[in-house]
């Protein structure tokens, strides 16, 4: 299950780390983005790739501010 998302701007494209809640980590491109897609269009397309991992569980992400507007963490909880 996703614990949390990191999604970081790059100069190849938008890329994104998960933390699962055993710990494990999946990390790679944010498909179907172009590299100069904005932090708004990277955070929807990352938090659907969150919801897909999430099966039927009924998630959302929630993103905390940017230290560095390249980076944007977002933890991952139930639908409220």
């Known amino acids: 299950m996703p614990e949390s ?13 998960v933390r699962t809640a055993d710990g494990g ?4 491109r ?3 983005l ?3 897609a904005d932090a708004e269009a ?3 397309a990352a ?3 969150v919801r897909f991992l999430a099966g039927d569980a009924g998630v959302e992400v ?3 501010p ?3 507007q390249a980076s944007w963490t977002g933890r991952v909880g139930p639908v409220r």
């Open 25 to 28: 980590m999946l990390c790679g």
């Open 62 to 64: 929630t993103w905390g």
């Open 34 to 36: 172009p590299a100069e």
């Open 5 to 17: 998302i990191v999604v970081l701007a790059t100069p190849d494209g938008w890329r994104h780390s």
């Open 30 to 32: 944010v498909d179907g």
């Open 66 to 68: 940017s230290p560095d």
């Open 42 to 44: 990277a955070q929807a």
């Open 47 to 49: 938090a659907e790739l």
